[in-house]
């Protein structure tokens, strides 16, 4: 297990300043205060352990609702324009190299071997299009205050890099950002939770965002996390993340905690930086984590803090009820050391 004397200077540097942090930090109780404090909304969610933070919801208005159906149209409307025009580009290829083929022009057959694969990246890249400007305006049309209205239970909370929000990097063949998958998921226990980023325009799918203040986002998330069913942080080497993932350990049940070491503009996360997080969480998580983690992208932990594999739905049953921990492969032919060194580690993110 890595301890502190063993990191990089930059490592050690950051570490200590969440250290110090985690010294600072509010009890649950007064960070509740803190945020009734803040609070002078008059509007009421249906959970009245969420009412502290009813403050921290940013709504929908009608113009925005407007704008983002107009805004849907209008990207289904290009769609099918250039996925149209695609399909006639297309037959007409076949049309013109069937009659070659017809008048005995066998060499015919090169051109659509040479032309099709074009026309199919296109056709990608006109998709990819779409679905940036259906979530552009699906956002728009999004209510966050609604939905924490409809559900009066217990939250999920998910805590990541505001940068894993950004959608335009997104490789061709990814269309859904991480958290949105896993708030697809996860809202049949609880409503899914995150909180937003200081530069974003307004509501997004996905989690249900809460925009706290410089003097309230570390108050929000203690009140967040001692209420919360689960909490999810996924891996980043940023003081933020880090400060949050030392909070998780002075406050959570280990069962509650899940890391998860996925990123939706770099789907490969998983070999690019996680053996430099990997130091820094157990010197603040005081336990040693998987060497390598395979195929899989979560990590849960036993009664202990004894960290492994984990696939994160296995945490909860049918029923909504926490199940037994189950370790996942546990027999699973670990990395040798040398082989995690070689792996590319990414140092330069940006801390929430």
């Known amino acids: 297990m890595t301890r502190l004397e063993d990191l990089r200077p930059w490592q050690k540097r950051i570490l200590k300043e969440v250290f110090w942090e985690l010294e600072c930090a509010v009890s649950v109780p ?25 403050f921290a919801v940013r ?45 005995g022009q066998v060499r015919a057959m090169e051109l659509p071997i040479k032309t099709l694969p074009g026309l199919y ?41 505001f940068s894993s929000d950004q959608i335009y990097e997104l490789p061709l063949e990814v269309t859904r950002r991480v958290d949105e998958r896993l708030a697809e998921h996860y809202e049949q226990y609880g409503p899914v939770i995150a909180v937003g980023g200081p530069n974003e325009k307004g509501p ?10 410089d003097n309230t986002w570390r108050a929000g998330v203690i009140y967040l996390m001692s209420i919360s069913r689960l909490v999810i942080i996924q891996a980043g080497i940023a003081q933020g993340v880090l400060w949050e993932l030392g909070i998780a350990r002075r406050l959570l049940e280990p069962e509650k905690l899940i890391i998860s070491v996925a990123d939706a503009s770099n789907p490969d996360i998983a070999d690019r930086y996680y053996y430099d997080f990997k130091k820094c969480a157990e010197v603040l998580l005081d336990c040693e984590l998987p060497m390598s983690l395979g195929s899989s992208v979560y990590i849960g932990f036993g009664k202990n803090w004894e960290a492994f594999p984990q696939d994160p739905r296995v945490l909860i049953d049918a029923s909504g009820g926490w199940s037994t921990v189950k370790y996942v492969e546990k027999q699973r032919t670990q990395q040798t050391y040398e082989e995690v060194l070689k792996a590319p580690a990414a140092t330069n993110h940006v801390s929430a």
């Open 30 to 54: 007064n960070a509740r205060l803190m945020l009734e404090a803040k609070s002078n909304d008059n509007k009421q969610l249906t959970n009245p352990h969420l009412q502290p933070i009813v």
């Open 59 to 103: 709504y929908a208005t009608w113009r925005n609702y407007v704008y983002g159906v107009i805004g849907e149209l209008f990207a289904w409307a290009l769609f099918l324009f250039f996925s149209l025009l695609w399909l006639l580009a297309a037959l007409a290829l076949i049309a013109v190299t069937l009659f070659a083929l017809f008048v």
């Open 121 to 161: 990246e296109k056709l990608k890249r006109v998709r990819h299009g779409f679905e940036r400007r259906r979530w552009s305006a699906q956002r728009r049309r999004y209510n966050a205050y609604q939905k924490l209205c409809a559900d009066g239970r217990a939250p999920i909370l998910y805590l990541r890099l």
């Open 204 to 213: 997004m799918p996905g989690p249900v965002r809460l925009y706290f203040d």
